[in-house]
């Protein structure tokens, strides 16, 4: 559609025509106001840890936990809910 009385188009899809500012500028910046990990002293690691500690079964936490021969680890606890190294491993993780 062109309008007689300017050189402007009507129709916003058309090649040519004005768009609004933020379509111009290509993908709209992150408006995230939430503090990154590095803000609040978290490093890459510790979260990774957690990450692993979240994701050991509920029963292999509590067997671990109620295990009175030794006090549980966080390391101790993401390694007994590992997957066995090798086909053949066979080894109690406990």
């Known amino acids: 559609m062109f309008n007689i009385s300017s050189n402007k ?7 040519g025509c004005e768009q609004s500012a933020a379509k111009r500028d290509g993908r ?6 939430d ?3 590095s803000d609040v002293g978290i490093s890459y690691d510790q979260f ?8 050991v079964p ?3 936490f509590e067997r671990q936990m109620q295990d009175e021969t030794h006090v ?8 007994a809910a590992a997957e066995p190294w090798y086909p053949g ?3 109690d993780r406990n």
């Open 9 to 15: 188009r009507g129709c916003p899809s058309c090649i």
């Open 35 to 37: 503090a990154g990990l």
């Open 58 to 60: 509920e029963e292999i």
């Open 48 to 55: 990774s840890r957690w990450q692993k500690l979240a994701a």
């Open 89 to 91: 491993d066979q080894r």
């Open 72 to 79: 549980p680890t966080m390391a101790g606890l993401i390694r």
């Open 28 to 33: 709209p910046k992150k408006a995230s106001t």
